[in-house]
């Protein structure tokens, strides 16, 4: 999201420049450009033959062939750095590892704003939800105050959560990661790449992860709006 958010910044004379990108005219933001963006990565990415090495912005990367354990590509894979929005695969293991009640309702509160980076969100405070829902918007559109709404209905409130979040991590094997939150807001959330691929393994394995994180999109009603409001899945893929 952030990478498409840089593209859709960029001039036309910078756009131009790129053998990649046609040059086009837009308003930055604009969806149409976006998708495609999206598309002119994806047919790059397609030709990719392994016979070059690979141009990656990544100062750390590992692809990981899952059933095999092969490795096919790793670079700065031990070296610890921010994994932003990534520790909401962690929020999710460790709120479904609880057992809590999908349908209970729960409410975003002020504790749930951003007073960090001043994040924006659709989920005004007051708003209702179900934990299954706020699950659903943390993982599918990133939503903060979302992942911050979960860990504040932990038992034991947010100090339990991010504890039960380090406790996974090292049953995990996680050696080198630490949480201090649970949408990934504050760069004190650090692991490597190497640890990633674990966490990633291990979330792979819970159903309602697999099935929130394929989903497209999602309509939402918020109480005291007419119309639903449309979530759509920050993963281009």
């Known amino acids: 999201p952030m990478a498409l958010q840089a593209a859709g910044t960029k001039t036309q004379k910078q756009l131009a420049s790129g053998s990649n990108y046609r040059a086009v005219k837009y308003k930055s933001g604009s969806r149409k450009i976006q998708q495609r963006i999206r598309a002119q990565k ?28 092969e490795v096919l590509y790793a670079k700065n894979t031990n070296v610890p750095t921010p994994i ?10 460790v709120m479904l590892d609880a057992r809590l009640p999908l ?10 704003v951003d ?35 979960i860990g504040r209905h ?12 380090n406790v996974k991590a090292q049953m995990l094997g996680m050696e080198s990661t630490r949480f201090v939150d649970s949408t990934g807001l504050d760069s004190n959330n ?11 393994n291990a979330a ?8 929130v994180t394929t989903t497209t999109s999602q309509e939402v009603t918020l109480y005291g709006r007419q119309n639903p409001l449309n979530f759509v899945n920050t993963n281009a893929l």
């Open 42 to 69: 994806a047919v790059a990415v397609d030709r990719y033959d392994g016979s070059t090495p690979l141009k990656l912005a990544s100062a750390k990367a590992l692809v990981m062939n899952q059933l095999t354990g």
């Open 190 to 200: 650090m692991s490597t790449a190497e640890d990633l691929v674990k966490m990633v």
């Open 84 to 93: 932003a929005s990534v520790t909401k695969l962690m929020t999710a293991m």
């Open 115 to 149: 007073y960090l980076k001043g994040t924006t969100s659709r989920l005004s405070v007051g708003t209702m939800l179900t934990r299954g829902e706020l699950l659903q918007l943390a993982l599918m559109a990133s939503e903060n105050r979302a992942a911050s709404a």
């Open 154 to 165: 932990y038992p034991g409130g947010k100090p339990a959560f991010v504890q039960a979040m």
């Open 103 to 112: 349908n209970e309702t729960m409410v975003i509160s002020d504790e749930d």
């Open 204 to 211: 792979y394995h819970y159903p309602e992860i697999r099935q």
